[in-house]
């Protein structure tokens, strides 16, 4: 049973506009999630991450955005530039301490 | 600064074999964690080590076991290798026990 779900396989964008990646999850105890981006043949690159007591945080052209109440976040990136085509990959943080990822998004920014 | 290292890059093995990978974390991190991805899944995580004792364990077999080492560096051993051992294993570094996670390039294990 996937406790992260990103129901999105893939997401195609115009350079320059915003890319909206989406992220479910179902278990209620987590106390943080994560997104990172990943090309082929390298380790996920770690983007930006949101501790469960708040609703959003920003770094750059990235913002997260946390929903409790619906169990989703979303991940914004404006203006979407072509380097950033890559497969992303949300993630919860666990009782364990471990991470726990959805199956990703790849995204393709078209010049 | 140097990030994760791990080594080999590329690993092929056959049925029934053992296998041992290695990780060096960010200088400074105490904790270790490893993670396997097949294709089209997302990280599926194995253990975690932090300050040389496991901290976590995912829903493994027995034949994956790992250490961590006094310079913090660790190595994960998977026995008796299956097809469906065959996959990308990453390993993550972090300062904390819960905190962000810092991957690095990972092994692709290959078993024929």
């Known amino acids: 049973d996937q406790q992260v779900k990103q129901n999105s396989p893939s997401l195609s964008v115009q350079e320059g506009r915003i890319s909206i990646l989406n992220c479910d999850y179902t278990?209620?105890?987590?106390?943080?999630f994560l997104w990172y981006k990943k090309y082929p043949a390298e380790g996920p690159t770690f983007l930006i991450s949101i501790s469960s007591i708040k609703d959003k945080n920003e770094d750059g052209r990235f913002t997260v955005f946390l929903n409790k109440s619906a169990k989703h976040l979303s991940l914004h990136i404006v203006p979407s530039q072509p380097g950033d085509s890559a497969v992303y990959f949300c993630?919860?943080?666990?009782?364990?301490?471990?991470?726990?990822f959805g199956k990703g998004t790849k995204l393709s920014v078209k010049p | 600064d140097a990030g994760v290292t791990q080594s080999p890059t590329h690993l092929i093995k056959t049925r029934g074999q053992q296998v041992t990978l290695r990780c060096s974390p960010i200088s400074g991190h105490k904790s270790v964690s490893w993670y396997q991805q097949v294709l089209g899944q997302g990280p599926q995580f194995i253990f975690q080590y932090y300050e040389k004792e496991e901290r976590g364990r995912g829903n493994f077999p027995d034949r994956f076991s790992a250490r961590q080492f006094p310079n913090y560096s660790s190595e994960l051993n998977v026995n008796a290798l299956l097809l469906g051992d065959s996959a990308l294993y990453l390993c993550?570094?972090?300062?904390?026990?819960?905190?962000?996670?810092?991957f690095g390039p990972g092994t692709r294990l290959t078993v024929l």
């Open positions: 993550a570094s972090t300062d904390r026990a819960y905190n962000e996670q810092f």
């Open positions: 278990n209620s105890m987590f106390d943080y």
């Open positions: 993630a919860a943080g666990g009782s364990q301490g471990n991470l726990i």
